[in-house]
Every structure is written in C-alpha cells, then in structure tokens.
C-alpha cells in the first residue's frame, strides 16, 4: 500500500539554526511531492512541489528540498529558521496510479527556541 | 482573491447528533476535495468534485457521511448520526484543474469537529 513516512512527530530548533524535515514515500514509480504548512488557525500552505527536472526545488519562505529518488525521500531544509517557521509541516505525494488525491505524512511539529 | 473558507470553524456536538459542514472554495475552481485529519494521525482523502459530480468518494468512511456540491458552488458535509471517532479536523480544498502536473490544491484553514 502507498505511505508517506514523516519520522519525526516534533522537533525542536534554535532560532537561527538550520532545519530539515525528513520524508519518504513507498510507490513504484516518481510521484509527485509537496510540502505544506499549517500555521495556527491557517489552512495548510503550500511551500513547494516537485514534479520533474531539477531535483532541488526552492520554495516559498526560504525553504527548499531535494528530491532523491534512491532513498524514496523528499527532506525539507531551511538554512536558518525564524520564530515565524514555528508550525506543523505536512509532506504529501500524488500519484495518478492512486487516484486524483493527496495522501499525507503524519506532520511534524516544528518548535523554535528563542 | 479570496482563499478556501470553511464554516463553521469549530463544532461540538453529541454523538447521534446531526452535523452539517460548509465550504466556499476559490470562486472558479471547478474541484473540490474533502480531507479529514483524525486526531495524531495523518489527513486523508474523503472524496473530490468536479462541479458537482462526486469524481471518487473512495474516502468516505461509511453511509453516515454524505457529501453535496448543487449548481457546482459549495460543498456540503453532512454526518449523521454522529459517532465519537468521526472527530476530527475537516479540511476542504480546490482547484483549477483535475490533474496536478498543473495545478495545485488550495486548502482551507480546517473546521474541528469534536463529537461527545
């Protein structure tokens, strides 16, 4: 069956600090992925996508993730990290195979210490 | 340009009570997603409109649930009788397009619903 894997449930950063948010998927062939965020009271926001081409995508906010097909991963990274980065990030992938439908990670809490 | 709004934003009820939930996508988008977040877990896939066909309702949980898009615009949900583990944030979203080598999926901000 198709999963989406976010192992980190929380995580906790200094502010300044750089960030990464691991994500892996299990499907046959390259699916599509995105990055969400859904601060407090906000819908989720998209931060970026990969569809094909350059494996490194930039996003909005600063971030970016790379793409790397050998580990079935779609890590989001951000250099140095602002109070404001504080939310719950959300990786999700689509694959026509499955249907016209986003399937999600679990999230993961982003913290960030003054 | 106003995003995707969802009414009400939170909702508690009893459970065997009826709930009705409400949301406005983008003005134009001719899909329409329903997704649900159960409490720690992932957000899941309800089902998805194009104007007011329902495209795929694989995600629907059982017949307590039902969905309605008339003339095309919003999107009800309706769940009756509500039971306790139908809580939950309910997130809609839409967009352009039915495929995403194009396009993406705007969401709204979410209605929690806690059933007692």
Not at chain 1, 51 to 57: A, H, K, N, R
Request: neutral net charge; proline residues 4%; charged residues 20%.
């Amino acid at each position: 069956a198709q999963s989406v894997t976010q192992p980190d449930i929380h995580i906790t950063v200094s502010e300044g600090a750089s960030l990464e948010l691991r994500c892996n998927y299990s499907y046959g062939a390259t699916p599509y992925l995105f990055w969400y965020v859904q601060s407090p009271g906000q819908g989720l926001q998209l931060l970026l996508k990969y569809f094909s081409g350059d494996t490194l995508v930039q996003g909005i906010k600063g971030f970016e993730a790379e793409f790397k097909r050998s580990q079935s991963s779609f890590n989001l990274r951000k250099p140095s990290v602002h109070w404001s980065d504080a939310a719950e990030y959300f990786c999700a992938v689509y694959a026509m195979e499955y249907g016209n439908k986003l399937v999600f990670g679990a999230g993961t809490i982003l913290r960030v210490k003054s | 340009e106003a995003g995707v709004t969802q009414f009400p934003s939170h909702s508690v009820i009893e459970k065997g009570q009826t709930v009705t939930l409400r949301c406005d996508p983008i003005s134009g988008h001719d899909n329409l997603y329903w997704y649900r977040r159960v409490m720690g877990k992932e957000i899941k896939f309800l089902l998805h409109f194009v104007k007011e066909s329902k495209q795929d309702e694989s995600g629907m949980p059982n017949n307590r649930f039902l969905a309605e898009r008339t003339g095309g615009t919003y999107s009800t949900l309706k769940v009756q009788p509500a039971e306790l583990e139908d809580s939950g944030v309910y997130f809609c979203a839409s967009s352009l397009l039915p495929g995403l080598n194009t396009d993406t999926q705007y969401f709204g901000p979410g209605t929690r619903l806690t059933v007692l």
